[in-house]
């Protein structure tokens, strides 16, 4: 079974650092590129970073560039996002995804979210 | 970044009812787009990419049709696990951003 298991929410004041894994499971991981994309409550999606399957190929959306980073360990199977001066507006869940192969980028395997809380 | 604009953002119907969304993007995308589906406090599920292909195990009720600026999923007689928020989501030089979302509720 394809699974992705993402970890590493919590509770983190502004201004700090976090940092979020995924692992995967039931599936090639280094054939695949990945991505993090967030939903805050109540609200809609948002993508957040994709990586392409060798690292070669990252992009951010603007709301983190230059305060998050994207990598992966294919030798793991994991991907991870390291997320620097966290903002009250980048609490959210948090997914991991999959994605479907090929360009350009769609996902088509979701975990099931960390939760991000930023707060004093 | 390109923009998404989905409409409508909320929308009410009965089962067996034919649903149309639209989402229209701010500067043409080609096929790049692809349609999600998530019901309250799950991932979203991915129904439709490339505009038009309907993803492995999606019911042949869903269906997706546009290119440029303008797209729409349909859904043909609407069933009962259909009710859920739909987003559409495009891709532009490996940069994604979603559309707002279209929440289908029972009438």
């Known amino acids: 079974e394809v699974q992705l298991v993402e970890s590493g929410g919590g509770l983190v004041q502004p201004g700090r650092s976090l940092r979020l894994s995924c692992t995967a499971s039931g599936f090639t991981f280094d054939d695949y590129a990945m991505h993090w994309v967030r939903q805050a409550p109540g609200k809609g999606l948002e993508w957040v970073s994709g990586?392409?399957?060798?690292?070669?190929?990252?992009a951010y959306a603007d709301s983190v560039k230059g305060r998050f980073t994207i990598s992966r360990d294919n030798a793991k199977n994991s991907l991870y996002l390291q997320m620097h001066s966290l903002r009250p507006e980048d609490m959210a869940l948090y997914y991991c995804?999959?994605?479907?192969?090929?360009?350009?980028?769609?996902?088509?395997?979701w975990g099931k979210g960390t939760t991000v809380t930023v707060s004093s | 970044d390109i923009q998404l604009t989905q409409s409508p953002s909320f929308l009410s119907a009965s089962v067996g009812d034919r649903v149309t969304i639209t989402c229209r993007a701010s500067?043409?995308?080609?096929?790049?787009l692809a349609w999600y589906q998530q019901k309250p406090g799950k991932a979203p599920k991915l129904l439709i990419y490339a505009a038009s292909t309907l993803q492995s195990g999606v019911p042949s009720r869903f269906s997706g049709s546009g290119s440029g600026t303008e797209f729409t999923l349909t859904i043909t007689s609407l069933q009962p696990d259909d009710f859920a928020t739909y987003y559409c989501q495009q891709v532009n030089s490996y940069r994604l951003t979603f559309g707002g979302g279209t929440k289908v509720e029972i009438k």
């Open positions: 990586i392409s399957w060798n690292s070669g190929g990252i």
């Open positions: 500067q043409g995308i080609s096929n790049y």
């Open positions: 995804a999959k994605d479907i192969g090929g360009s350009p980028w769609y996902m088509d395997v």
